[in-house]
């Protein structure tokens, strides 16, 4: 399955950086099964010149407004494998975007712009860059620009559907000694004061902000007009990555879950509707052949108004009789495996989190004629149930969600009842 990630930011947060050393990291497999695997020459290429470029003492370059640089890679988690895509773009892009013009609602938006647009509303997984020094070293009106156009792109991003969103603060160790003397070493307390839009939408969900260091390790370099400048340092180390790529990694495995269960809910549904539409068939044969049977049987009647009031009364016996068989027939008589299956999930995002819900899964098997099987699944005081068609001696697990439960606990006493219709 494919999974769409956002690593997005303002110029100079380092999205290029660290979308390098994240994928150098998982390089090679971690002790709990993460790897990531470059698909194509294309993003292999990108992330190992970059890494050179590191590795040599040098920033890389920062990606230039308007260009996009689309990679791919495969994410193996734990035994499971996603496709991965990712797109490193310009800061400015981000600024010219989302501003107080709203730059996302013009209409003459250019063809690249539309594509980046696209590929934020397409993401269900968001990393959202904030560089500290932004908020410490910059003027009043660039953290003004900046903290709003941080805004307005997460209040884009919470209107056009929902998804999980990690706020990543990078460079934290180049300022962690000022945010410990300023605000008592809390990152939370930083936020809160420099960016209290930001902390409004992170309060309830504070473990989804990472302070982090691509780069940690740095050296003075002197260059030739006798300008100084940090440089990275050959074989730096990084800071901060793990509780992140463990978010990421969990993101990504749950998406993949919720991603499954819409696809069996969709191969029900498309099952459903052509049992449906087959169903329709046979009964619009059926009546064309009732038809000419009924045809028919005027003629015989005509026919034969002579035969005796004993024999029209068998016939009329037998008629009704052949005609309650096939009435039974008709009817589902749903029977259980003695046997279910069941569980919950809670999926937290930043800015709501989604109903708790619990499910049942039960085995059926229709031992009547065609038709509709109602399944309740009553828990904690909540029900819920749902309809699912069956055709004559079919077998198959039905799947029941109770929502808005009052705790994520399942309880032992689950509650399951079939009715049969028509």
């Not at 070493?185 to 309060?203: D, I, Q, R, V």
């Not at 309740?376 to 029941?400: D, I």
């Amino acid at each position: 399955m494919s999974i769409q990630i956002s690593l997005i930011g303002t110029e100079g947060s380092g999205k290029t950086v660290l979308m390098t050393v994240l994928a150098k990291k998982l390089a090679k497999r971690s002790n709990d099964g993460l790897f990531l695997n470059p698909v194509g020459a294309k993003t292999l290429k990108y992330i190992e010149k970059n890494w050179s470029t590191l590795q040599s003492g040098e920033w890389v370059s920062s990606t230039p407004p308007g260009q996009m640089f689309d990679l791919y890679w495969k994410f193996h988690i734990r035994g499971q494998e996603a496709e991965m895509r990712l797109i490193d773009s310009a800061g400015q892009d981000l600024r010219k975007l989302f501003n107080e013009k709203g730059g996302y609602q013009d209409p003459n938006l250019s063809e690249q712009d539309r594509k980046f647009l696209d590929y934020i509303c397409s993401s269900s997984i968001v990393i959202l860059l904030v560089n500290v020094q932004d908020f410490i070293a910059r003027n009043d009106n660039y953290q003004i620009d900046t903290q709003a156009t941080l805004k307005e792109t997460l209040d884009f991003m919470s209107k056009n559907g929902k998804r999980k969103v990690a706020i990543v603060f990078s460079q934290y160790d180049q300022f962690e000694a000022t945010i410990k003397n300023k605000y008592d070493g809390s990152l939370e307390k930083f936020l809160e004061k420099k960016f209290p839009y930001l902390y409004n939408e992170t309060t309830d969900q504070f473990e989804n902000v990472f302070p982090v260091a691509a780069v940690s390790d740095t050296e003075i370099r002197t260059d030739s007009d006798g300008k100084a400048r940090s440089v990275p340092k050959h074989d730096f180390n990084s800071a901060g990555l793990e509780p992140l790529i463990k978010w990421l990694a969990d993101a990504v495995q749950n998406d993949l879950v919720t991603k499954e269960e819409e696809r069996q809910i969709e191969a029900i549904s498309e099952h459903q509707r052509i049992a449906e539409e087959e169903w329709n068939k046979r009964k619009e044969e059926w009546i064309g052949v009732a038809a000419v049977v009924g045809l028919v049987f005027l003629l015989l009647v005509a026919g034969y108004i002579g035969v005796s009031v004993v024999g029209n009364w068998r016939k009329a016996a037998e008629a009704k009789q052949a005609a309650a068989e096939a009435e039974r027939l008709k009817q589902p008589i749903p029977d259980v495996f003695d046997k279910w299956r069941g569980g919950w999930c809670c999926d937290k995002g930043l800015f709501s989190c989604r109903e708790h819900r619990a499910y049942a899964s039960v085995p059926i098997i229709n031992k009547g004629g065609a038709g509709n099987i109602t399944v309740t699944f009553s828990l904690k005081g909540r029900s819920g149930f749902t309809n699912e068609y069956f055709n004559k001696g079919e077998k198959k697990w039905v799947t029941v969600y109770v929502f808005e439960l009052p705790n994520h606990e399942t309880a032992n006493d689950v509650n399951i009842s079939f009715k049969a219709s028509e």
